[in-house]
Nanobody
Framework: QVQLVESGGGLVRPGGSLRLSCTAS????????MAWFRQPPGKVREFVSS????????YYVDFVKGRFSMYRDNAKNTVYLQMNSLKPEDTAVYYC????????????????????WGQGTQVTVSS
């Protein structure tokens, strides 16, 4: 069975940086889209970023463009979300997800498209 495990969350001051990791076990993700979603306190889950596993091309929602970057390491079956210039509104539980299908650009924006999910990692941006 496919398992996704996130790590790297924590408490950071506004303007700071964090790098989230998502490691997959059970199989490689060739032909898959990987994504990061987040769920702010009291709100619904929202799309953040996605990447084509095969090509490495990524896509970002507007409110993180220029601040976040997503990339993968094929050998480690791991995807990363590098988050810079963090803002208080970035505070959320961040989830890694995987969906079968590998479009370029990876425009898979709906949570229902993703069959595999990690347990989430908390990111808190506060002074």
């Amino acid at each position: 069975q496919v398992q996704l495990v996130e790590s790297g969350g924590g408490l950071v001051r506004p303007g700071g940086s964090l790098r989230l990791s998502c490691t997959a076990s059970g199989r490689t993700f060739s032909g898959y889209t990987m994504a990061w979603f987040r769920q702010p306190p009291g709100k619904v889950r929202e799309f953040v970023s996605s990447i084509s596993w095969s090509s490495g091309e990524s896509y970002y929602v507007d409110f993180v463009k220029g601040r976040f970057s997503m990339y993968r390491d094929n050998a480690k079956n791991t995807v990363y979300l590098q988050m810079n210039s963090l803002k208080p509104e970035d505070t959320a539980v961040y989830y890694c997800a995987a969906a079968q299908g590998d479009d370029t650009p990876p425009l898979r924006l709906w949570a229902k498209e993703y069959a595999h999910w990690g347990q989430g990692t908390q990111v808190t941006v506060s002074s």
